[in-house]
């Protein structure tokens, strides 16, 4: 069939069998080893936030032995619109597992080794130049020195590949490598994927690996637009558009009905509004406009309206929470989910260990954490006393988005808001884990 004809079949597919959020089952914390009461201070939780308009809401997922024990909703979607079950979120960075998985699906096919150089499917990634800052007040401000060795998609999968995000310099101000990086981007367009840019993702990584990196290839972690090279590497490599291949390897086979790079006109209704936050009672809805690389402020309208041409493998990807669940618990099976495999346990277990070394992941968490192929994972619990059980794997969302899965216990905790600054909800993060391992009875 051809690839046109098949995308039609496919969202045929996907617009016919959606999961209504009263279909959604779930079961009896007390079936899953969970307590009702216990799971109800979660609620106490996150409703106090909202009475407080530090967030206008959230939807919250807590799951054990591959059942959904506690699905609630909170607050409001948008003006006027309670949240629901079935509300669509942009998830952003979450994107980032589920664009690995991709690659790890064409490894397990023959068609790449990570290994490989990026160069040998990319070629414009050639003999990459690395950045080095010369001392304050030097004209010019750097030089650039050659890479001890190519850039290979390991180092695109662990974040090692010296790729910061344009914004960085906002997370790291006194760092003169991300703001000289900043700049560098804003002159050639490079886009975070936070809105479109001109022409498709192809045409931006192309501008992207012409530019320096900032660090030798697999010596620092250093977060940010490796995951959009994966993306176009999944087009390169397969053949097809990124999010033709994301829904008919991934989304299709998992029953993941209502994920989207760019959400139908038909449930546009459904996705929740963007909304600015300063955690102390002030609390105003974004409204569409510009984008602004300096302040975490974006077009909210990313994956509804425009061009539609930019799929952006770091950030493009607006879901449900119970979509999300059925990633998670097929990662938590072990690639498996329904009877349906989509990759192999030995390749489950790469993405979720340490493939960093000693180097020290430091853009989401602190000391005792470590990053395996597109997921941060906990170490020791000596630096995380409020997390879970060494061997969680987590990630999570530039709106304010993150799940959590703890392969000992087998739970998953999804919670979904979508407010910024991304920062603010640290600390209700950490709260609703413990809340969420707490509530554990058996």
Not at 37 to 56: F, P, T, W, Y
Not at 158 to 169: D, E, I, Q
Not at 189 to 197: A, K, L, Q, V
Not at 336 to 351: I, Q
Request: hydrophobic residues 40%; neutral net charge; glycine residues 8%.
């Amino acid at each position: 069939m051809k690839p046109f004809l098949l995308s039609i079949v496919w969202l045929i597919a996907f617009l016919a069998h959606p999961v209504a959020a009263d279909e959604i089952r779930t079961v009896r914390p007390e079936e899953v080893g969970l307590s009702s009461q216990r799971l109800e201070r979660i609620s106490d939780l996150v409703r106090g936030h909202v009475e407080q308009r530090k967030m206008a809401g959230a939807v919250v997922l807590v799951a054990r032995k591959g059942k959904i024990a506690y699905l609630e909703t909170f607050g409001e979607a948008d003006t006027g619109k309670p949240m629901q079950r079935d509300t669509m979120f942009r998830v952003c960075s979450m994107t980032k597992p589920v664009v690995t998985l991709a690659i790890l699906q064409l490894y397990e096919e023959g068609k790449l080794l990570l290994s490989d150089p990026v160069a040998k499917y990319i070629p414009e990634f050639s003999h990459p130049k690395v950045i080095e800052m010369l001392p304050p007040g030097s004209n010019p401000a750097f030089r650039l020195v050659p890479a001890k060795r190519d850039i290979t998609i390991k180092d695109l999968l662990t974040h090692t590949a010296g790729m910061p995000y344009p914004f960085a310099s906002e997370w790291y101000p006194k760092d003169r490598l991300l703001r000289q990086m900043h700049t560098l981007y804003e002159e050639a367009g490079i886009s975070s994927g936070m809105y479109e840019t001109e022409g498709t993702i192809g045409d931006m990584v192309k501008r992207l690996a012409r530019l320096p990196i900032a660090s030798q290839p697999g010596e620092a972690f250093i977060y940010g637009m490796a995951a959009d090279v994966q993306g176009y590497l999944v087009e390169v490599v397969s053949g097809m558009k990124l999010d033709d291949y994301i829904r008919e390897k991934i989304f299709a086979p998992l029953k993941m009905n209502d994920s989207y790079f760019f959400v139908p006109e038909a449930k546009q209704n459904r996705l929740s509004a963007v909304w600015k936050s300063d955690w102390h009672g002030k609390l105003e809805k974004v409204l569409p406009g510009p984008h602004k690389e300096g302040d975490y402020v974006y077009s909210p309208t990313f994956q509804t309206q425009g061009p539609k041409t930019f799929l952006s493998g770091g950030v493009g990807m607006v879901t449900t929470p119970y979509d999300y669940f059925r990633f998670a618990q097929m990662l938590l099976n072990k690639g498996e989910l329904d009877g349906v495999r989509l990759v192999s346990r030995k390749t489950v277990e790469l993405m979720t260990t340490n493939q960093i070394g000693k180097l020290f992941e430091t853009t989401l968490h602190d000391e005792g954490w470590k990053f395996g192929l597109g997921l941060g994972i906990q170490a020791d619990r000596e630096h995380n006393v409020d997390a879970g059980d060494v061997g969680t794997f987590e990630w999570a969302g530039l709106y304010s988005t993150r799940f959590s899965v703890d392969p000992k216990e087998e739970k998953i905790t999804i919670f979904l808001s979508q407010t910024h600054p991304f920062n603010h909800h640290f600390e209700l993060w950490d709260k609703l884990l413990v809340l969420s391992s707490s509530s554990i009875a058996d």
